[in-house]
C-alpha cells in the first residue's frame, strides 16, 4: 500500500483510481493511513462480508501459513482475502487479474503500471550510471526500499553507438556476448535474466551466424529478498563486446552499484 | 526463483475462477474507507481506470 501512495502520481497521470481492500476496521486504516501518509481510498470490509460475497477468501490461509514456517492458528487471520489485483477499464470492466502463485510473493507498483496497464512509471528507485569505449550503460532498480517476498528488478540499459553491436545468445566461441550479473548477497535471490530477442546478423567473409543487439538493449534481472538483510548494495556487473562491421573492441564491462534500503516494516504480512 | 516455487504451499486456487472474471463488470462495492466515510467503489472511480487491490492486513 505504501508503494501504491509512493507511485500514486503515476497511476493518476494515467487516469487510474486506486482502492484498497482489506478486512481491517476502520481505526486500523486510518493509523496505517496516517502513518503513511496514504490518501487513496482503504476500503476496510470489517467482517469480510464483502471479501466472501466477492468469492475472494482465502480458504486456506492456515496451510499457506504452515507451508511457510508460519504455524500460529489464532483466529484473527481467518477472513483475508486471497492476495492479488483487478484492473478496470473506464466502464468498470474487469480486463485483468494479477494474483502471484507463490503465495509469499508481492509485485511491486511499477510491474503493476509496466505490466498490468501498459504505461512507463516515472518513478523508480537509485540509479547508477557508466559508460566504456563509447558503450553507456545504466542501472536502475524499481524502488529503493525492499520488503521480504517482494519481486525486484535490477533494470540495466545498454546503449551502444549507430553503427556499432554486442552480442547475443547463441554464439560462437571467442566472442563475449552481453551479460548481467548480480553478485551474490545473503538473503537475496537472483532469477534467470531477461533479454529480449536478438536479430541475426552475418558478417562478410565469416562463416559464423551472429545474434545481435544495437541501440538501446534492455536486460531485466528479477530479484527477491527472502529475508531481512538490512540495507544492502547490489553490484551489478555488465559485460560486453562491442562490434561493428569491421572491427571488435576488447570485451569490456562495468560495475554499478545500487543501494537498496530495508523498509521500515519488513517482514511479510500482507 | 524456483526454490520458492518447490516449497508446498497448498492447493492453489484457480485464479481464474476466484474473485469476478476478466470481461465482467466489477460488482458495485459500498464500503467506509480509513476516514469512515462511505464510500461506493464506482461512483469514486468516476469513469476512469481502475485498480483494485486485495491484500491481508495494514494492521499486522
Same mark, same amino acid.
Given at each position: ?20 481492500? $482489506? ?8 493509523? !496505517? ?10 476500503? $476496510? ?7 466472501? #460475497? ?19 492458528? #489464532? =483466529?484473527?487471520? *481467518? ?19 494479477? !494474483?502471484?502463485?507463490?503465495?509469499? +510473493?508481492? +509485485? ?22 557508466? /559508460?566504456? +569505449? ?22 540495466? /540499459? ?5 553503427? *556499432?553491436?554486442?552480442? =547475443? ?22 532469477? #534467470? ?14 562463416? +559464423?551466424?551472429? !545474434? ?54 519488513? #517482514? *511479510?504480512?500482507? | ?8 504451499? &497448498? ?7 476466484? &474473485? ?38 495494514? &494492521?499486522?
Amino acid at each position: 500500500m505504501v508503494q501504491l501512495q509512493r507511485n500514486l502520481p503515476d497511476f493518476e497521470r494515467n487516469n487510474i483510481a486506486v482502492f484498497g481492500i $482489506s478486512y481491517d476496521p476502520v481505526d486500523v486504516l486510518a493509523r !496505517f493511513a496516517a502513518a503513511h501518509g496514504v490518501t487513496f481510498p482503504l476500503l $476496510s470490509d470489517e467482517g469480510s462480508k464483502v471479501i466472501r #460475497e466477492l468469492g475472494m477468501l482465502d480458504e486456506q490461509v492456515y496451510e499457506h501459513h504452515a507451508a511457510f514456517g508460519i504455524t500460529n492458528r #489464532e =483466529g484473527r487471520f *481467518w477472513g483475508v482475502p486471497y492476495p492479488g489485483e483487478f484492473l478496470l477499464d473506464e466502464r468498470g470492466v474487469v480486463t485483468q487479474k494479477r !494474483f502471484q502463485k507463490n503465495y509469499r +510473493e508481492r +509485485e511491486t507498483s511499477r510491474t503493476i503500471l509496466e505490466q498490468g496497464f501498459g504505461v512507463a512509471a516515472s518513478s523508480h528507485g537509485p540509479e547508477a550510471r557508466s /559508460e566504456a +569505449e563509447g558503450v553507456a550503460v545504466r542501472s536502475f532498480l524499481d524502488a529503493g526500499e525492499y520488503r521480504i517476498y517482494q519481486r525486484l528488478r535490477v533494470n540495466v /540499459e545498454v546503449v551502444v553507438p549507430s553503427g *556499432w553491436h554486442v552480442y =547475443g545468445l547463441p554464439i560462437p566461441d571467442g566472442y563475449v556476448p552481453l551479460s548481467v550479473t548480480v553478485a551474490p548477497v545473503e538473503g537475496l535471490e537472483v532469477g #534467470e535474466p531477461v533479454l529480449s530477442t536478438p536479430h541475426p546478423f552475418r558478417v562478410e567473409g565469416l562463416d +559464423e551466424q551472429f !545474434f545481435v543487439y544495437d541501440g538501446k538493449v534492455s536486460v531485466a534481472v528479477p530479484v527477491v529478498f527472502t529475508r531481512s538483510v538490512g540495507d544492502q548494495t547490489l553490484h551489478v556487473e555488465v559485460r560486453f563486446q562491442a562490434c561493428s562491421a569491421d572491427q571488435c573492441q576488447r570485451p569490456n564491462g562495468v560495475r554499478l552499484d545500487l543501494p537498496v534500503r530495508a523498509e521500515k516494516h519488513v #517482514e *511479510w504480512h500482507s | 526463483m524456483s526454490s520458492n516455487d518447490s516449497v508446498q504451499q &497448498g492447493a492453489v486456487p484457480d485464479f481464474d475462477r476466484m &474473485g469476478p472474471r476478466v470481461g465482467e463488470r466489477f460488482p458495485d462495492v459500498a464500503l467506509p474507507d480509513q476516514h469512515g466515510q462511505p464510500v461506493d467503489l464506482h461512483k469514486t472511480r468516476a469513469g476512469r481506470k481502475g485498480l483494485v487491490v486485495f491484500y491481508r492486513s495494514a &494492521g499486522w
